[in-house]
């Protein structure tokens, strides 16, 4: 099991616009149509990862616990699907159902929108203020497969309950480990 780290951008980068197929109800989605009132992550997955399969019910939790607080969420797949053909579409809307994601799942198929974010891994964070401001990006807790520590979200949810709560999100931040992105040739 390869182990990358988020590259970690410059907090205070605006958040590259998009505009993907969701594999789950086959519309396509922008960012502004994602986008929270309070903030917006961003989340790179996909259905192979040990790390992404690890987090996935915490990350539903996440997502449910803080939407009517006010924050949009949105994951992204880039994967090369003819490389690892476990993360094509279809499978994609397999593993959202399974998971009962309630958030969209949208297909990168070029792979600009993962490098547009600088993505590296999977799953990497990316959370956007109310003006799709980076104020945080990295790991969503400590927890990885095999390490005993059960996802908690812990860093994620610190950085969103500052926002809600008026407060700095801390410069503090730990990269997200996992699978590196899957790039074509």
Known sequence: ??????????????????????????????????RGERGTLVMFLCNHCPFVKHVNDEIVHLANDYRPLGFGSVAIMSNDIESYPEDRPEKMKEVAAKHQ???????????????AYDAACTPDFY????????????????????????PSGRDL??????????????DIQKPSIGCNIKWKN
Do not use: W
Not at 5 to 34: R, W
Not at 102 to 109: A, I, N, R, V
Not at 157 to 170: F, G, H, T
């Open 127 to 150: 959370l956007f203020d109310d003006e799709l401001k980076l104020i945080y990006r990295g790991q969503m807790d400590d927890s990885r497969p095999g390490n005993g520590i059960h």
């Open 101 to 115: 994601y309630s958030f969209p799942y949208l297909f990168d198929g070029t792979q600009e929108i993962a490098k």
């Open 157 to 170: 949810r610190e950085a969103m309950d500052a926002v809600l709560n008026n407060r700095k999100v801390s």
């Open 1 to 34: 099991m390869a182990r990358t780290a988020s590259n970690m951008i410059q907090l205070g980068t605006t958040a590259p616009c998009f505009k993907l197929m969701d594999t789950i109800t086959d519309h396509l989605y922008t960012l502004d149509e994602v």
